[in-house]
Nanobody, 127 residues
Framework: QVQLVESGGGLVQAGDSLRLSCAAS????????MGWFRQAPGKEREFVAA????????YYLDSVKGRFTISRDNAKNTVYLQMNSLKPEDTAVYYC????????????????????WGQGTQVTVSS
């Protein structure tokens, strides 16, 4: 049984930082591209960042480039999202997702290409 469990969300002020973690189990983690998506109230889920299974290729939403960094530790079956300079518009529920060997940037950002999803963690940024 595959499980993805996010942690690290919370309430912070604009300009602060948070690091989200997503611990995976029940899958061969090193074979999966890992992604982060978010959904704000009243909005559709949107892609935030992804890192391919080899850990060499990353892809980011334009509005988070230079502020967010995705990384992974295959020994711990964990993917991280370091979020710096947070803005109120970053407020959302953040979800991690796993997709088997998603290779290119064009498909990394498409939620339907991911096979497994976590339950989400709330990030709230106050102004």
């Amino acid at each position: 049984q595959v499980q993805l469990v996010e942690s690290g969300g919370g309430l912070v002020q604009a300009g602060d930082s948070l690091r989200l973690s997503c611990a995976a189990s029940g899958l061969t983690f090193s074979s999966y591209t890992m992604g982060w998506f978010r959904q704000a109230p009243g909005k559709e889920r949107e892609f935030v960042a992804a890192l391919n299974w080899g850990g060499l290729n990353t892809y980011y939403l334009d509005s988070v480039k230079g502020r967010f960094t995705i990384s992974r530790d295959n020994a711990k079956n964990t993917v991280y999202l370091q979020m710096n300079s947070l803005k109120p518009e970053d407020t959302a529920v953040y979800y991690c997702a796993a997709g088997f060997r998603i290779a290119t940037a064009q498909v990394m950002g498409v939620s339907s290409n991911y096979h497994y999803w976590g339950q989400g963690t709330q990030v709230t940024v106050s102004s």
